[in-house]
């Protein structure tokens, strides 16, 4: 009997149903295959069945195939054989709840950041800076916060190192010499990310963690799909907000441990993009939050084609695998097929290496964990058929889901708040047009120094003693009772009051 909390991911060829044990989705995962094996399936499959069991998923949809998550599948012949082959019960076509997000505000909720949340560290991968530049990165947001101005947006990062090429003297003092050509090298780095979409990216109203987490009123969570379909153009941009995300989740959810459900179950598609030419100091943050994330109650489960996509940091983190079919042409994909042989538990009644290149679309490999958190032996499966349609969703029905999305107008209007760039470009004016003194106290000073200078000097052209000494009580007095106590002085030298 199939437990509330457990996920039947398909049948194996002795006609036993492989389950997977939802509480274990914090321990991560891993989906692999060639493209066209059926890794986005098995995402929708997986997605799909979180949502039921009240656990909000989040996931990209870089093809635009997830969509159809939302709206109910329909009988098929294949469909049928296939649920009576694995033995499934209740098998009722239905869709999920969701939320439609999209970077540019076009197919979904507009989903954005600032750039102190962003970080130094992402931010310098983002902008493919180098380790001198990422360190006048980290100057930067250094002073931003010691001066109390807030990096909300790209136009005020572009100030605040305007402001540094200005004001590099006084800050060589404390955090070093910096040349004003890698400052430049920065700011035209940062053209480039605005003309990419990153002017979408970084601004206000941003995304609150928690209208990720939402569920809706029968209790089931609610899918959030972010369209990747143009973003995908710019994998810096698509990986830097995932891994941005992530961060922002473990940040602010608190510790729960081991629960029966995890809080929330995070699908990255293209893993690859993540990895590929990434720095030591992102790759250790990466390692970083793959480790400690589970503690907060989130899955993470990576899809990508080939498990050697995934450092090995990484890699030995990710609890349940599953493994589509690789062709093996060349000899460097015959080695990727040996390396995902490797990555499982092994079954002495499979030779997993020769499977793994004659799984059909559908079938895939699969070692989730028993009770105890340890690996099971790797099996052969035929995967459950997803409850929802498989394939995109309609245009209409899509601008009808997001028309009626809970989350309308309240990120749909930008908000431009007084931030870096507001006050240092006040800065920048003030500095240049400096306000005229006041006519009264121009005119008060004139008096006194005339009194001063008939009474001292007697009409003479040399400035004597007295009247240098008036001039600094003049200068240096600027209250109205220090004008009165000059006043007095002169009353008491010319023998009036």
Partial sequence: MVDRHQIVLGGNKEGQQILFDAGMANRHGLITGATGTGKTVTLQLLAESFSRLGVPVFSADVKGDLSGIASPGHEHQKISERINRIGLQEHSFEGCPILFWDLFGQTGHPIRTTVSEMGPILLANLLNLNETQSGILHVA??????????LLDLKDLHSMLGWMVDH?????????????????????????????????????????????????????????????????????????????????????????????????????DEAHLLFDNAPPALLQRITQVVRLIRSKGVGIFFVSQYPNDIPDEVLGQLGCRIQHALRAFTPKDQKAVRVAAETFRQNPQIDT????????????????????????????????????????????????LFTNSPLKGLYDTPVDRESAYEILTVRTVSQQNPPPRPQEETTMTDQILHAGKAVLVGGGQRQSVGEAFLKTIVRTVGSQIGRSLVRGLLGSLTGRR
Wanted: glycine share 8%; hydrophobic share 40%.
């Fill in 141 to 150: 947001f250094t002073v931003a916060d010691a001066q109390g101005l807030l």
């Fill in 353 to 400: 290496e020769t499977m793994i290149t004659e799984l059909g679309t559908g079938e895939a490999l699969i070692s989730t964990l028993d009770d105890h958190g340890r690996p099971t032996m790797v099996d052969w499966c035929l995967l459950s058929p997803p409850r929802s349609h498989i394939g995109p969703l309609e245009s209409t029905e899509r601008g009808r």
């Fill in 168 to 268: 590099r003297q006084e800050l060589a003092k404390e955090y070093g010499n910096f040349s004003t050509t890698s400052i430049t090298t920065i700011q035209r780095n940062l053209l480039v990310l605005k003309e990419s979409g990153g002017i979408n990216f970084f601004g206000e109203p941003a995304l609150k963690i928690g209208d990720l987490m939402r569920t809706d009123f029968s209790g089931r969570g609610v899918v959030s799909l972010l369209d990747a379909s143009t973003l995908y153009s710019s994998p810096k941009i698509y990986t830097s907000f995932l891994l941005w995300l992530l961060s922002e989740l473990m940040e602010e959810l608190p510790e729960r441990g081991d629960a029966p459900l995890p809080k929330l179950v995070f699908f990255f």
